[in-house]
DNA sequence: TATGCACCCTGTAGCAACTACGGGGTCAAG
DNA sequence: CTTGACCCCGTAGTTGCTACAGGGTGCATA
C-alpha cells in the first residue's frame, strides 16, 4: 500500500504519516523499485491505532506508552485502564473549563445592547479591572 | 512600571509580555536610564483587554482584530458582538465533541474487566476497523 | 566598599503536532 | 510524448508561549 491510499484510509495525510516516521511512531516501511513507501499490514494496523487514538486526545506520548502497554498479551490490562480513566479526568476538567467560559460569554454577549462601541459591554468586560 | 510588576499585576509572565512586545500586540514602551522597559498606564490596560480576551480563549488574532474594533468608540458594537457568538458556537462546538469523546472513553473504561491485555476492550477499541 | 541577590536586557531555541512549501522524480493514460 | 496524479526529500512555518545563555543594573547588607 502506498502512502498516498494509506492517507486516505485513515483519513489523515501524506504528510502526517511521514511525520510519525520521523519521528518514529511508525517504523520506516519497505520501498518499491522507485523508492515509494510500501506499507505492510501490520504498519497500517499501527497507525490506524495511532489516529484513533489522537482522535480520542490522546498525545503522541500517551500513544507510544499504550503501543509499548498494548504489545505484550500477558500483562495485565491495570496500566492501560489507568491511563483511560486519567484522560478521562482530563478531559472532564476540559468540559468544565470550556462550559465556565461559555457561560462568561454568554454574560457579555446578554448585556451587549448593540449600541456603541464607547459603550459596549463586550469591550468593557474585557477592559481593565 | 517595571515588566516585572506588569507581569505580577497581569498573573502572566514576563516573556510572554516581551513576546508581546516582540509580535506587535503591545507597543514597545518607554525606557528608563538602565534600557528597562517602563509601562505607561495606556499600555497596562492594553495589556490587560488581551489577558483576559486570552483567558476567554479568543485567540492573538481575534484579539488584534477586537482592538482594532473597540479603539473607534463611534463605530457600532456589531461587529464585535458577532466576534463574541462566533467564538462561543466555536466553543459550543468544541464542547459538544469532547462530551461525544468522553462517552466513547467512558464506554471503553467500563469494557475493561481488568484481564490481561491480549483481551483488553480498550486496545480493542483502538485496534484497526 | 564589596558583594550578593533580585531584577532587567538581548537573542535564540524548544515545545506539540502537524502543515506547507520548493524543487525534483515516477508512472499510467491518452 | 506530454499531461496529470502521484511520490521523494528537506526545511521552514504555524500558535502561544517558555526556557535558556550570557550578560548588565540597582539596592541592601556585612
Do not use: W
Amino acid at each position: 500500500m502506498k502512502i498516498g491510499e494509506l492517507a486516505r484510509a485513515m483519513a489523515t495525510n501524506v504528510e502526517t504519516v511521514r511525520y510519525y516516521e520521523r519521528i518514529g511512531m511508525l517504523a520506516a516501511p519497505a520501498r518499491t523499485h522507485a523508492n515509494y513507501r510500501s506499507y505492510a499490514p501490520e504498519q497500517i494496523a499501527r497507525l490506524s491505532f495511532i489516529r484513533r487514538a489522537r482522535t480520542l486526545g490522546f498525545t503522541l506520548d500517551d500513544i507510544r506508552e499504550l503501543l509499548a502497554l498494548a504489545s505484550d498479551a500477558d500483562q495485565s490490562c491495570e496500566a492501560i485502564d489507568a491511563m483511560a480513566v486519567r484522560h478521562r479526568d482530563a478531559i472532564n476538567r476540559k468540559i468544565a473549563d470550556l462550559t465556565a467560559l461559555r457561560q462568561q460569554l454568554d454574560d457579555v454577549i446578554d448585556a451587549c445592547s448593540q449600541g456603541r462601541v464607547g459603550h459596549c459591554r463586550i469591550v468593557e468586560a474585557l477592559g481593565p479591572r
